[in-house]
């Protein structure tokens, strides 16, 4: 849980820190080849020519950096519940990205899960062979969240503790659901004041400001890690060592982390990225 810092000033670190996130991503960008315009669904628009499970995590990565610079623009004019909306799109894709960071299936291969969650992302929502929209829109073969959740566990159990991050990602995905569906008990938070009233136009001045602010900092630490994961897989040692620093800074002034969490990071800074055989 982030310190409390005062609103402005803790607006200001995140803003810095989101800034430096989609740095990351626009360096990355230069590890792909550039998408080209096709025809699709019907459309003149741009598609990659290669997909794989490495492009898959960097385009996670390029909405993580979009919806928290979203979220940016929405604590500066206080609105709480749609930046809590945000945060759990944040939460599957970083999700997503630890999914993707490494082969879960035999002989150091892909699992079955992992390529049907890739052949489902770049799947097209429209069939070129049927002009009719309703007609042509074709079913998704989709993975379930549960089924990601147990793949990272998979991977945590390297790590010696698969059922805290499984259980974190579950406990964050019902939390925050309730803001995406317009839950009753969510809704509710946006009541008070005095005159007591329904704040539909922010929620700036209340106390909801400092709370979400405060959870943002976890969420964009969150983010940042996704960052360092892709910038691992694509062998980019400036956007992981950028990641890092971000992180160590964003810790540091908000408290996001304990102070294990930091020197670990701190560890890794000095490590060398080794390129994978």
């Known amino acids: 849980m982030a310190e409390a810092v005062e609103p402005a000033r803790l607006l200001e670190i995140l803003r810095e820190s989101v800034g ?3 740095a990351c991503a626009q360096r990355l960008f230069g590890s792909f080849q550039l998408p080209e315009r096709v025809e699709a669904g019907g459309l003149r628009t ?3 020519r290669q997909q794989d499970d490495l492009l898959l995590s960097y385009l996670k990565l390029v909405k993580i950096a979009s919806h928290n610079n979203a979220a940016i623009v929405l604590l500066d004019q206080g609105y709480v519940q749609e930046v809590y909306a945000l945060c759990r799109m944040i939460d599957e894709a970083c999700e997503d990205i630890t999914f993707m960071a490494m082969p879960l299936g035999e002989a150091a291969q892909s699992s079955a ?3 049907r969650f890739i052949n489902e992302f770049f799947q097209e929502e429209f069939s070129d062979s049927e002009p009719d929209p309703v007609k ?11 089924k990601v959740r147990a793949g990272i566990s998979g991977i945590a159990r390297d790590r010696g503790n698969p059922s805290d991050e499984v259980a974190v990602g579950r406990v964050l995905s ?17 009541f008070g004041g ?4 329904f704040h539909t136009r922010g929620m700036l001045g209340t106390p909801r400001i400092q709370e ?13 890690l996704a960052a360092q994961q892709v910038g691992t897989r694509a062998y980019r040692e400036d956007v992981v060592y950028l990641a890092i620093d971000l992180s160590i800074a964003l810790a540091r002034q908000t408290k996001c982390v304990q102070g294990e969490a930091i020197e670990a990071m701190e560890g890794r ?9």
């Open 20 to 22: 430096g996130l989609d």
């Open 46 to 48: 741009f598609r990659y």
């Open 113 to 115: 899960q992992q390529r």
């Open 136 to 146: 042509g829109n074709q079913s998704r073969d989709r993975v379930s969240r549960a």
């Open 174 to 190: 019902n939390v925050f659901s309730g803001y995406v569906h317009g839950a009753y008990v969510h809704l509710m938070e946006m």
């Open 194 to 197: 005095n005159p007591p009233q």
């Open 212 to 224: 979400c602010l405060g959870n943002h900092a976890n969420h964009v630490y969150r983010s940042l």
């Open 269 to 277: 800074r000095k490590r060398p990225l080794v390129k994978p055989a």
